[in-house]
């Protein structure tokens, strides 16, 4: 059973940074691409970034230059580096295995940009 665990959202200031933690199990995460996925209240769910197992990495457009993906295949977890934090930027962000199915999806960590 794929487990995905997220962390480290909050509230932050404009301008601010986070930094998420997704904590895989029931998968060789060594091999696995992942992805972040973010989903604004009555907006559909969208990538924001992915990183394939040998680190290569992609970013929406609305990301680049800010936030940053990467990976600890020691601790099966990737992460999720965000900087000079908008307000278009709160929502629930998730992690998921790319390329894989069925899908998983874990609970999910709740980000506010709010002054």
């Known amino acids: 059973q794929v487990q995905l665990v997220e962390s480290g959202g909050g509230l932050v200031q404009p301008g601010g940074s986070l930094r998420l933690s997704c904590a895989a199990s029931g998968i060789i995460f060594s091999l696995s691409a992942m992805g972040w996925y973010r989903q604004a209240p009555g907006k559909q769910r969208e990538l924001v970034a992915a990183?394939?197992?040998?680190?290569?990495?992609s970013y929406a457009d609305s990301v680049k230059g800010r936030f940053a993906i990467s990976r600890d295949n020691a601790k099966n977890t990737v992460y999720l580096q965000m900087n000079s934090l908008k307000p278009e930027d709160t929502a629930v962000y998730y992690c998921?295995?790319?390329?894989?199915?069925?899908?998983?999806w874990g609970q999910g960590t709740q980000v506010t940009v709010s002054s």
């Open positions: 990183i394939t197992s040998v680190g290569s990495t």
């Open positions: 998921k295995v790319e390329n894989y199915r069925p899908v998983y």
